[in-house]
């Protein structure tokens, strides 16, 4: 049974960073294709970033992209999320997800997900 562990979450100032890990076990990891959402108290869970399965295609939210930065290290079975410049409005739980249709263009809704971590939470506060 596919496994995924989020960590890297915290208390960070506006104008920061922080990187977010995940560790994928259970399966090929080489076969997923890899996303992040994030929810935020009060909404829905939204997309954030996903990576294809060899991380050659990546797709991003407008109000992340420039800012974030999606990676995976197929070797290590982690899928990384860099986050700089980071903004009030970027605190929620962010999750990490992984779709086992082996498509080549990454999804960016939750629905095409199978497998979902328990979340870590940033909090981007001064």
């Known amino acids: 049974q596919v496994q995924l562990v989020e960590s890297g979450g915290g208390l960070v100032q506006p104008g920061n960073s922080l990187k977010l890990s995940c560790l994928f076990s259970?399966?090929?990891?080489?076969?997923?294709?890899m996303g992040w959402f994030r929810q935020a108290p009060g909404k829905e869970r939204e997309f954030v970033a996903a990576?294809?399965?060899?991380?050659?295609?990546?797709e991003y939210e407008d109000s992340v992209n420039g800012r974030f930065t999606i990676a995976r290290d197929n070797a290590k079975n982690t899928v990384y999320l860099e986050m700089n410049s980071l903004k009030r409005d970027d605190t929620a739980v962010y999750y990490c997800?992984?779709?086992?249709?082996?498509?080549?263009?990454?999804?960016?809704?939750?629905?095409?997900?199978?497998?979902w971590g328990q979340g870590t939470q940033v909090t981007v506060s001064s």
């Open positions: 997800a992984a779709d086992s249709r082996g498509v080549l263009r990454p999804s960016t809704t939750p629905r095409a997900y199978d497998y």
């Open positions: 259970g399966g090929t990891f080489s076969a997923y294709a």
């Open positions: 990576v294809s399965m060899f991380g050659g295609n990546t």
